[in-house]
């Protein structure tokens, strides 16, 4: 186990990387924007949504446009991708086929973040990006981990009643085998009181016997 978590924790910056996250401009509540988004495998909608609250508190309280289904945060500072320049980050959440969608929008104030215009702002959203699918991706990992070890708990359960049953068979068979041990002891006995029994009954014939003679023998004369 610990060279398996050794192993992911070497490969994970090899799948964050891998991750593409794709710039193309997307319909939201101010129109066709420029944006970026990224597909997280195994995560739902809800759980990539939760997830990018998370991320971003520290710039501030996201808040939800339900009729635009639209997340958005206004007027904050994200040092990493527009240094102390208030920018205003719009996102949007969908879900697919064991898979989410995450949608980012950066409006700098009246232009969106674009690798052409704003090269440095759209290299730094990317990384911002692949940062927050890595948080996505460790919770969807969590909780295969978690099931993976409900489903080997179940199998070690049943393994353990399996053992349980293999103790009892043999202890069935030591009790089958007395048994046989027993019996075998009782035909013995048996075979011998069968041979008392025979004898007592050829001698209680010649009794018999003799009482016969004694009856035919009544009120004959000598």
């Given amino acids: 186990?610990?060279?398996?978590?050794?192993?992911?924790?070497?490969?994970?910056?090899?799948?964050?990387?891998?991750?593409k996250v794709v710039e193309k401009k997307v319909t939201m509540s101010l129109g066709p924007q420029n944006s970026y988004y990224i597909e997280i495998d195994g995560a739902d909608k809800k759980l990539a949504?939760?997830?990018?609250?998370?991320?971003?508190?520290?710039?501030?309280?996201?808040?939800?446009?339900?009729?635009?289904?639209?997340?958005?945060?206004?007027?904050t500072k994200i040092p990493l991708?527009?240094?102390?320049?208030?920018?205003?980050?719009?996102?949007?959440?969908?879900?697919?086929?064991?898979?989410?969608?995450?949608?980012?929008?950066?409006?700098?104030?009246?232009?969106?973040?674009?690798?052409?215009?704003?090269?440095?702002?759209?290299?730094?959203?990317t990384q911002f990006i692949k940062d927050y699918y890595l948080e996505v991706r460790k919770k969807v990992v969590?909780?295969?981990?978690?099931?993976?070890?409900?489903?080997?708990?179940?199998?070690?359960?049943?393994?353990s009643k399996l053992r349980d049953k293999n103790e009892d068979y043999h202890k069935d068979i030591e009790k089958a085998k007395q048994k046989i041990a027993d019996a075998e002891r009782d035909i013995e006995k048996n075979i011998v009181e069968q041979e008392g029994k025979e004898k007592e009954i050829d001698a209680q014939k010649s009794v018999v016997g003799n009482v016969i003679d004694k009856l035919n023998n009544l009120g004959k004369k000598k």
């Fill in 142 to 159: 969590a909780e295969e981990l978690k099931t993976e070890e409900k489903n080997l708990s179940n199998l070690e359960k049943d393994l």
């Fill in 81 to 125: 991708i527009n240094g102390t320049s208030p920018l205003d980050l719009y996102a949007k959440f969908d879900e697919g086929r064991d898979m989410a969608t995450t949608y980012i929008w950066l409006d700098l104030g009246g232009a969106f973040v674009n690798s052409t215009e704003y090269e440095p702002q759209s290299t730094a959203l």
């Fill in 49 to 75: 949504e939760k997830t990018f609250y998370e991320f971003v508190k520290e710039y501030g309280k996201m808040k939800e446009n339900k009729k635009a289904r639209e997340h958005f945060l206004m007027a």
């Fill in 1 to 19: 186990m610990k060279h398996l978590i050794t192993l992911f924790v070497l490969i994970t910056p090899l799948i964050v990387s891998a991750q």
